[in-house]
């Protein structure tokens, strides 16, 4: 964070200072008390089980440079009304006194933290350049993100989410982005919307309000995403598949579970060789290209930093080979849409390997009516590509379709009898982990792998 003092800060959020208002906080700001940053700002937020106001002592005592709370704890604190607006007041303030820094906005119903990650590496090659950590993209995520920019940063990349139509604009409102990525309309918490237009709605909040001067990129793989063009006022950028399309991937090839493709732009066509695994990660490139074309970055720098990009994400299509099994770990969240992606790369890697296919795949939460149906397109995508077992874990709603062709479907209790069922692999097998955040699928693969490099060395060789 840009070096500012008690006072200072406490001036910005309109709080009290208690303790030395003189001193420096240079650190950004954090919530967890077990994860301290030097001299940064600890966060005292009252949750429904734990209440950050009883961490704030450890916190100083640790390192924390001043606490933000709802009331006196410690020696060196400043007591405000709203923790969390006292940070978004304070990240509103860092936005706009880091003369020259951009900010770039993500959001979408899936694919957000890829691209950030890829959109992150592209900048990061034109100057200082600060992403969130994880999937911090709610109204805490977002200026705890501003908050690690510093004068020298160059590139702000934000991630948006959104649980109610109204939280994105929020976000836009405070934080203005020079750039706003939609990237698609999906199925994702579609429970808590009602309906894929209410999520357009809220997702379309990102380039509603974006000035002339400023850039909108939207994704052309949905007439709803594609409909917001009308929607704004800013430039419009498409990324897609499509020959009308600003930014776009063509004669796309997959080797090996890795997609393959030329990059073509008005400033050019260049090959890509992606490093993350599926087809579906076209579209997160696609979308990364974007954004460093809409800051001129030439696109044979776009091209080789695309093939160079590695996975930085936990728990996002990890690859683990181990024992001759190639394990696929996306257990971080899951929607309907993320599913099919995930089923079409497991049954390309099968293919290559020569081996089974394997899906473990625990419940999609947050489809409200459509949970049913959702889970049912599921297994009806994992039948129709032929994927030997589907494992469901704890899900009895991936039952139900009657015409299996060659997929077995088994229904489990828990992770410990998965781990069970995964014993029956053998090398050349591909298995895919993938389930909700809530379900804590990654589990399951650490016990994997711990099972698997257990093997003895020959089966390790296949």
């Known amino acids: 964070m840009i070096p500012l003092t008690i006072s200072q800060i406490s001036e910005v959020v309109g709080g009290k200072v208690v303790g030395d208002g003189n001193k420096l906080i240079t650190g950004p700001a954090f919530f967890d008390s077990r994860e301290i940053i ?205 020959l009308n399309d600003d ?49 001129n970055m030439p696109i044979d720098k776009i091209s080789a930093g695309l093939s160079t990009a590695e996975s930085s994400s936990k728990w996002r299509m990890e690859l683990h080979e181990i024992a001759g099994r190639l394990i696929i770990n996306d257990s971080y969240n899951a929607n309907p849409e993320s599913m099919y992606a995930a089923l079409d790369s497991l049954r390309l890697f099968a293919q290559e390997r020569g081996g089974r296919a394997w899906a473990f795949l625990g419940k999609m939460h947050e489809l409200g009516e459509y949970s049913l149906s959702g889970h049912h397109k599921v297994s009806r995508r994992a039948i129709d590509l032929e994927i030997d077992h589907l494992v469901a874990i704890g899900t009895p709603e991936y039952l139900g379709e009657t015409d299996l062709g060659s997929t077995e479907i088994l229904l489990v209790e828990n992770i410990e009898s998965a781990r069970e069922i995964a014993t029956g692999s053998e090398a050349g097998d591909v298995i895919l982990i993938k389930g909700s955040r809530a379900e804590g699928l990654e589990k399951l693969a650490e016990l994997l792998i711990g099972d698997l490099n257990e093997l003895p060395i020959d089966k390790n060789e296949g």
């Open 247 to 295: 930014v776009r991937a063509t004669d796309i090839e997959i080797r090996e579970g890795f997609a393959h493709f030329d990059l073509v732009t008005s400033f050019g066509r260049e090959s890509v060789a992606l490093r993350q695994a599926g087809r579906h990660q076209v579209a997160n490139a696609l979308a990364a290209a974007g954004i460093a074309t809409a800051f």
């Open 38 to 242: 030097s001299n940064g700002i600890f966060l005292a937020l009252k949750g429904e089980q734990v209440d950050g106001h009883d961490f704030a002592l450890q916190a100083l005592s640790d390192g924390a440079g001043v606490v933000i709370c709802n009331r006196e704890v410690g020696l060196t604190c400043i007591v405000v009304v709203d923790v969390v607006e006292a940070i978004t007041k304070l990240a509103a303030h860092v936005r706009q006194i880091i003369s020259g820094m951009k900010v770039i906005a993500i959001t979408g119903s899936h694919g957000k933290t890829t691209t950030k990650d890829l959109a992150k590496h592209l900048l990061s090659m034109m100057g200082e350049t600060v992403a969130p950590k994880s999937s911090f993209n709610n109204d805490l995520g977002v200026p705890i993100t501003i908050l690690e920019c510093q004068e020298n940063t160059k590139f702000c990349i934000l991630e948006m989410g959104a649980r109610k139509v109204g939280d994105i604009a929020k976000l836009e409102r405070r934080f203005r982005p020079d750039v706003g990525v939609v990237l698609g309309v999906g199925s994702a918490h579609i429970g808590v919307f009602g309906s894929q237009e209410v999520i357009a709605t809220a997702k379309s909040e990102m380039v509603n309000n974006l000035e002339p001067s400023k850039t909108a990129i939207l994704g052309s793989y949905d007439n709803l995403t594609i409909e917001m063009q009308n929607l704004t006022k800013a430039k419009v950028m498409t990324f897609g598949e499509k």
